[in-house]
């Protein structure tokens, strides 16, 4: 018997934060306060797991930027005023 499998490596129909939001569109965010949805960006960062193990991380200059531009990209509703 021979399998056929589709599989995406990449996705191609746009960038990775919008193919999350269409995917997480019908998700109810007013329980959300900060409007800061960490999913919505792929972490180099990987602010979800700083500081969370035995020992106490340390950030850098590098390390900080990145959140911070993580954490921007991640909030769902921009102030245009």
Avoid: C, P
């Avoid at 960062?45 to 991640?74: C, M, P």
């Amino acid at each position: 018997m021979i399998l056929s499998l589709q599989l995406q490596a990449q996705i191609t129909n746009g960038t990775y934060t919008e193919e999350i939001d269409e995917r997480i569109k019908n998700l109810n965010k007013r329980t959300i306060t900060s409007n800061i949805l960490i999913n919505r960006v792929f972490s180099f960062a990987k602010i979800n797991e700083f500081n969370q193990g035995v020992q106490i991380d340390t950030s850098s200059y590098t390390h900080f930027t990145q959140a911070w531009d993580e954490l921007y990209r991640a909030f769902y509703t921009k102030n245009t005023s």
